[in-house]
């Protein structure tokens, strides 16, 4: 870090804001406009905006206040309709006389050449003095523009010349009355890099392919269209590297300076190909400026050279001596140049990327920097969490959300929306226009139609449409923009949605999001200190609505014979007496409201692998409310119970419309239209995961190895390069082919890896949703459900710098140790767990370990709340439920004959209602209680006589045998199981 800053004198920002500039998008010259007058600084921008400042120093104000811009600086600001790549003053008029010293305008085109006389225009009072542009000439060009080199070719008095390096190294000559001739340099190939040229030697010079400089006198590029296989370079040194910018400076009567920045060095050469110094950079170099302090005759001439790097330092230095090093606080400069202004002499004007124009001047004032105290203090993570609610309390605090609702109420006034999508599936749909795969367009999957109608009520700035879905589908209109809209248009939008690519959905959802700026919006502000409201009018207020509809299920589901026996068994409770129990009301898509049938069969479509069906079956029971959904993949259940969830959601709401409804939620809050059953497939979950997590460290191996094959191939191109031409290269050749063969292989690898990332992302998604899905519809307290979801969001993600599993892993901690399902008793457990948070390194063990334990204890609780609910309610109503045969398993009579009477009835009964046998499937397979049952409901495995070998109570028998507490339930899983 440099000591010191470059001191600000003036500065402003230019009208593009855009990086569109480079080196040669800054000028600081003079046009004899005026007597006794100082520089003008000019910026060109790529997009055509053309801007003339004229600084100078306000009396009243000191220098080190740094003087900003003020409107009277600015003369000239015009927009040409064409990028400017160069910027150039001299005496291009071919009617000047020769005492004439007013110089005229330069700009290079991309294809042209432009030629203005610049014209003062007198303020008037207060205001300034303007420049207008007088067009003098325009020459066209047949090729690419890249730069511009003026002078006196010939050594021509009075009048000067310019030649244009077009991209393909052709070399065109103008003078004032046209083309003079054109010109190729020798050589296979030409980089397209600037030309410089030297007035005292009337001498070209150009960057070779080579890395070589080469000199070409202007007398041999005259008679090079005559006989161009005839001139050679005067002379040409090997620089050794790229050039960055290059200029020619006169420092003495009998020689000029070549100054060349390279990429790594800082070479002056004399102009006849000798070195005369070259200095190392241990920085890289953006730009320079190189000049002469004084007049080159004279013994006592210094040549000052300043150079920028990319951290924003700015050196100076004499000949190979740095004399001075200063620090730019903002982004570094791309252009700099040195101006004598009104006010400062010698100031460095600058240029940055984005258009940042300053000035300024080389200060003595010191920057100090202290460098701050490391916190080396351990993170606390209940300290941090208070930290946090404080924070949550203020922000609330501050922010006032009564009118929320009203904003909200009038946005959808303003902006009326009406979004559908058709039950109706279409077979014949046109794949080829709607650009879809050819994996995708064989299996000729069905698609649907949708509408969505758009009215306005206010006048509407701007409006985009969105729509959001699932991995897998799209929209033949994904983003739509309307401009000026207004009041009472009406859009209508017909849209199609199909399968894009064959992956696993997890949802059926189309939500589509409209964000619309309106031109004039009402709101209100409460002032608490005074205790009114004012309403006032407010413009551009940005606002958002959400509409959400859902794709018929028969668009990725086909009618199959139902499956009597499957992996995954997922059970279903209607609660509400309401809600008829028929696979009518639940999918209407396959079974129409007269066709009573228990058992339905569905095959998914995509991703339509014809060597393993997908089969997903829902069966209701003859005899009870129970709903069962079995499947041996996971991938097809998250439509399917999404569609149960909705029907029992939207049964509910229109149940709350009537007054009975009412009054019995008001009596009991937490009656659900529909209860899952206490049973999660917790390790085809988890073995999503585990797929999920190796392909992702597959990944990374991949990505290790094809990284060490491309140092290889960097290696070898590099012993090409440097092997000299007498000794063979078929061998280093050989090599380099078959590590590009190796690279190429590797990579088709990595790409692979990729697809089946993308397809193990899917399933992980629709096993995550599962787990969501049926969570909610558990008998547990809703603030652990809605943890749960907080945590558990899909769709997920994985990132270039962490996987899903790295992402997912503080939040897991943190559900698995503190909130709702904690295992903490006490103070110090917390205090102990808080060090095993934080990882330095991801540990998968840990992470997986966690997610098991997670889901177990949600499965527990609700086992254990569902079992206490019908104890309540049996003894409430005060009915005895008969009693069913103990079905004889391991250890079971036994731990019947040791329980209480009044507990082994409970047990009875509890075990009655989890049964999950329904009478409309013939089920070989009847579904027993074993020990893995008896840990969901609560029982601890070692049941027995309290007495152990010892003889001393067993610490893990509770007394009497009774059912766990709570607190018992979130204890260590290690203790327990």
């Known amino acids: 870090m440099s000591l010191f800053n470059v001191c600000n004198w003036w500065h402003t920002q230019c009208s593009d804001l855009e990086e569109n500039y480079d080196s040669a998008s800054l000028l600081c010259v003079r046009f004899g406009l005026e007597d006794n007058e100082k520089d003008y600084v000019l910026v060109g921008s790529h997009s055509g905006t053309l801007t003339i400042f004229y600084p100078h120093l306000d009396q009243g104000r000191r220098v080190e206040d740094g003087n900003a811009f003020r409107a009277t600086d600015l003369l000239l600001e015009v927009n040409l309709k064409k990028p400017i790549l160069g910027i150039y003053a001299g005496r291009?008029?071919?009617?000047?006389?020769?005492?004439?010293?007013?110089?005229?305008?330069?700009?290079?085109?991309?294809?042209?050449?432009?030629?203005?006389?610049?014209?003062?225009?007198?303020?008037?009072?207060?205001?300034?003095?303007?420049?207008?542009?007088?067009?003098?000439?325009?020459?066209?060009?047949?090729?690419?523009?890249?730069?511009?080199?003026?002078?006196?070719?010939?050594?021509?008095?009075?009048?000067?010349?310019?030649?244009?390096?077009?991209?393909?190294?052709?070399?065109?000559?103008h003078e004032q009355d046209g083309i003079l001739y054109e010109c190729q340099l020798p050589g296979n190939r030409a980089l397209p890099v600037p030309v410089a040229y030297c007035e005292r030697t009337d001498s070209f010079l150009r960057f070779t392919a080579g890395w070589n400089l080469e000199c070409f006198t202007y007398q041999d590029l005259s008679h090079s269209s005559l006989n161009r296989s005839e001139f050679q370079p005067s002379w040409s040194v090997c620089i050794g590297e790229g050039v960055v910018d290059m200029c020619v400076v006169q420092t003495k009567t009998s020689s000029s300076s070549i100054m060349i920045l390279g990429e790594r060095n800082f070479i002056s050469l004399t102009d006849d190909g000798l070195v005369d110094f070259i200095l190392k950079l241990d920085y890289t170099p953006r730009c320079f400026h190189s000049f002469v302090i004084g007049y080159y005759w004279e013994p006592g001439a210094r040549l000052i050279t300043a150079i920028v790097s990319d951290t924003g330092k700015l050196f100076i230095y004499e000949s190979a001596n740095i004399i001075w090093a200063a620090q730019y606080e903002d982004d570094a400069p791309i252009a700099i140049q040195r101006s004598n202004l009104n006010g400062l002499a010698g100031g460095i004007v600058v240029l940055g990327s984005t258009g940042q124009l300053r000035i300024g001047y080389?200060?003595?004032?010191?920057?100090?920097?202290?460098?701050?105290?490391?916190?080396?203090?351990?993170?606390?993570?209940?300290?941090?969490?208070?930290?946090?609610?404080?924070?949550?309390?203020?922000?609330?605090?501050?922010?006032?959300?009564?009118?929320?609702?009203?904003?909200?109420?009038?946005a959808a006034d303003e902006m009326r929306i009406h979004f559908t999508i058709k039950s109706v599936i279409s077979d014949d749909v046109d794949m080829l226009m709607l650009d879809v795969p050819a994996q995708v367009a064989v299996k000729e999957l069905p698609a649907c139609s949708g509408l969505l109608k758009l009215r306005c009520k206010q006048e509407v700035a701007e409006l985009q449409v969105v729509f959001n879905m699932a991995e897998g589908i799209r929209c033949s209109q994904d983003t739509i923009t309307y401009v000026d809209m207004a009041v009472g248009q009406v859009e209508t939008l017909e849209l199609d949605f199909f399968v894009e690519d064959l992956l696993h959905l997890h949802s059926a959802r189309v939500d589509v999001v409209i964000s619309f700026i309106s031109m004039k919006a009402c709101a209100r502000i409460s002032e608490l200190t005074e205790d009114l409201t004012v309403d006032f009018l407010l413009q551009g207020i940005p606002r958002v609505l959400q509409q959400s509809a859902y794709l018929p299920l028969n668009m990725f589901f086909k009618l199959r014979q139902a499956q009597k026996t499957a992996n995954i068994k997922l059970t279903y409770n209607i609660m509400s007496s309401s809600l008829i129990p028929k696979?009518?009301?639940?999918?209407?898509?396959?079974?129409?409201?007269?066709?009573?049938?228990?058992?339905?069969?569905?095959?998914?479509?995509?991703?339509?692998?014809?060597?393993?069906?997908?089969?997903?079956?829902?069966?209701?029971?003859?005899?009870?409310?129970?709903?069962?959904?079995?499947?041996?993949?996971?991938?097809?259940?998250?439509?399917?119970?999404?569609?149960?969830?909705?029907?029992?959601?939207?049964?509910?709401?229109?149940?709350?419309?009537?007054?009975?409804?009412?009054?019995?939620?008001?009596?009991?809050?937490?009656?659900?239209?529909?209860?899952?059953?206490?049973?999660?497939?917790?390790?085809?979950?988890?073995?999503?995961?585990?797929?999920?997590?190796?392909?992702?460290?597959?990944?990374?191996?991949?990505?290790?190895?094809?990284?060490?094959?491309?140092?290889?191939?960097?290696?070898?191109?590099?012993?090409?390069?440097?092997?000299?031409?007498?000794?063979?290269?078929?061998?280093?050749?050989?090599?380099?082919?078959?590590?590009?063969?190796?690279l190429i292989a590797e990579g088709d690898k990595l790409m692979e890896i990729r697809k089946l990332e993308k397809t193990q992302r899917c399933d992980l998604t629709c096993a995550i949703s599962v787990a969501t899905s049926l969570i909610s519809?558990?008998?547990?307290?809703?603030?652990?459900?809605?943890?749960?979801?907080?945590?558990?969001?899909?769709?997920?993600?994985?990132?270039?710098?962490?996987?899903?599993?790295?992402?997912?892993?503080?939040?897991?901690?943190?559900?698995?140790?503190?909130?709702?399902?904690?295992?903490?008793?006490?103070?110090?457990?917390?205090?102990?767990?808080?060090?095993?948070?934080?990882?330095?390194n991801f540990d998968y063990t840990r992470f997986r370990r966690h997610m098991l334990?997670?889901?177990?204890?949600?499965?527990?609780?609700?086992?254990?709340?569902?079992?206490?609910?019908?104890?309540?309610?049996?003894?409430?109503?005060?009915?005895?439920?008969?009693?069913?045969?103990?079905?004889?398993?391991?250890?079971?009579?036994?731990?019947?004959?040791?329980?209480?009477?009044?507990?082994?009835?409970?047990?009875?009964?509890?075990?009655?209602?989890?049964?999950?046998?329904?009478?409309?499937?013939?089920?070989?397979?009847?579904?027993?209680?074993?020990?893995?049952?008896?840990?969901?409901?609560?029982?601890?495995?070692?049941?027995?006589?309290?007495?152990?070998?010892?003889?001393?109570?067993?610490?893990?028998?509770?007394?009497?045998?009774?059912?766990?507490?709570s607190e018992e339930l979130f204890s260590d899983l290690g203790i327990w199981w």
Not at 373 to 392: D, G, I, P, R, Y
Not at 908 to 917: I, N
Request: glycine residues 4%; contains cysteine.
């Open 92 to 173: 291009f008029s071919g009617g000047q006389l020769a005492n004439e010293k007013n110089n005229q305008l330069a700009l290079l085109h991309p294809r042209s050449v432009a030629i203005y006389k610049l014209q003062c225009i007198g303020g008037v009072a207060e205001h300034g003095t303007q420049l207008r542009l007088h067009s003098l000439a325009e020459y066209k060009l047949q090729r690419g523009a890249l730069a511009l080199t003026k002078g006196s070719f010939g050594r021509v008095k009075g009048r000067e010349f310019f030649c244009i390096t077009h991209l393909d190294g052709t070399l065109t000559f």
């Open 362 to 410: 080389l200060g003595s004032e010191p920057f100090l920097f202290k460098v701050p105290a490391v916190n080396m203090e351990e993170l606390s993570f209940t300290q941090a969490h208070k930290e946090l609610q404080q924070l949550e309390e203020e922000i609330r605090a501050a922010v006032d959300v009564t009118d929320v609702e009203d904003i909200n109420k009038r």
């Open 777 to 840: 519809a558990l008998s547990v307290e809703e603030k652990l459900v809605n943890v749960f979801c907080a945590v558990f969001c899909t769709p997920i993600n994985d990132w270039t710098e962490l996987s899903w599993e790295e992402s997912m892993s503080p939040g897991i901690d943190m559900l698995h140790h503190y909130g709702p399902l904690n295992r903490a008793k006490n103070n110090e457990t917390a205090a102990a767990i808080e060090t095993n948070v934080t990882h330095a």
């Open 583 to 742: 696979l009518s009301v639940f999918f209407p898509d396959f079974v129409m409201p007269e066709n009573e049938i228990q058992a339905l069969g569905l095959q998914l479509l995509c991703p339509g692998d014809e060597k393993c069906e997908e089969i997903v079956t829902i069966v209701l029971a003859k005899n009870s409310n129970r709903l069962r959904i079995q499947s041996d993949t996971l991938e097809t259940l998250p439509m399917i119970l999404e569609r149960i969830m909705r029907v029992a959601m939207e049964h509910a709401h229109e149940s709350k419309t009537s007054k009975l409804k009412r009054v019995k939620n008001a009596q009991n809050p937490r009656v659900k239209t529909i209860m899952a059953n206490p049973v999660l497939p917790i390790h085809s979950i988890l073995h999503k995961i585990d797929l999920h997590r190796e392909t992702q460290e597959n990944i990374q191996k991949q990505t290790l190895k094809l990284d060490l094959l491309l140092e290889q191939f960097k290696t070898l191109q590099r012993k090409l390069q440097d092997h000299s031409e007498d000794e063979s290269k078929e061998t280093i050749v050989m090599q380099i082919e078959e590590n590009y063969d190796h």
């Open 853 to 965: 334990s997670i889901f177990e204890r949600i499965q527990r609780i609700a086992a254990t709340t569902e079992a206490k609910a019908e104890e309540t309610t049996t003894t409430v109503v005060g009915k005895t439920q008969p009693e069913k045969e103990a079905v004889d398993i391991s250890g079971l009579n036994e731990l019947l004959h040791v329980l209480p009477s009044e507990q082994r009835s409970n047990f009875a009964k509890s075990r009655m209602v989890r049964r999950s046998t329904l009478e409309a499937v013939e089920d070989d397979d009847e579904e027993e209680y074993d020990e893995e049952d008896l840990r969901n409901v609560g029982y601890k495995k070692e049941f027995g006589s309290q007495q152990n070998k010892t003889g001393e109570n067993s610490e893990w028998v509770n007394e009497n045998y009774e059912l766990p507490s």
